[in-house]
């Protein structure tokens, strides 16, 4: 168990270095994602976004395992742009750990993102959600004040 535990700092720690950058100016941006799930502080130690066409996803995990997952597709194919709030879509989630089935997961019910920084020269990606989500085993959860920050995207 330890040399998992060593295997993931090791791992989180590469990925937290390598996906900073610099601004225009020079100025490292170092990317962040939290929020509070039921009530209770979350902070992602990993954190990946994608844009495929005009969807965005967007993924944190936390130094314990616990996983988020945003996806929001906007409607009628529009591009994907700032300050707009978009609803999310139901492939959105919460898992408590890496090793959550299915019936663990709290997948979105109702909930929102709202884009104010899409950075497509420098790839970095920074916004706000906020979602309800339910679980089969464990009944809802409540995602609210998060926050994802300079999170660098790979655009496919």
């Given amino acids: 168990?330890?040399?998992?535990?060593l295997i993931f700092v090791l791992i989180a720690s590469v990925a937290i270095f390598s996906s900073c950058k610099k601004d225009s100016n020079g100025n490292v941006v170092i990317?962040?994602?939290?929020?509070?799930?039921?009530?209770?502080?979350?902070?992602?130690?990993?954190?990946?976004a994608t844009i495929t066409g005009n969807?965005?996803?967007?993924?944190?995990?936390?130094?314990?395992?616990?996983?988020?997952?945003?996806?929001?597709?906007?409607?009628?194919?529009a591009t994907l742009t700032t300050n707009v709030t978009y609803d999310i879509s139901i492939t959105s989630f919460y898992k408590k750990s890496l090793s959550a089935g299915i019936d663990d997961t709290y997948f979105a019910v109702t909930g929102s993102v709202k884009l104010t920084q899409l950075d497509m020269t420098n790839k970095l990606i920074s916004g706000t959600f906020s979602f309800n989500a339910s679980s089969t085993s464990f009944g809802l959860a409540a995602?609210?004040?998060g926050e994802f920050t300079n999170i660098s995207f790979t655009a496919l």
Avoid: C, H, Y
């Fill in 143 to 145: 995602i609210t004040n």
């Fill in 55 to 77: 969807t965005l996803s967007v993924n944190g995990s936390s130094l314990g395992g616990e996983i988020i997952q945003l996806t929001v597709t906007p409607a009628n194919s």
């Fill in 1 to 5: 168990m330890r040399k998992i535990f």
């Fill in 31 to 48: 990317p962040s994602m939290s929020a509070k799930i039921n009530l209770t502080d979350w902070s992602a130690l990993v954190r990946t």
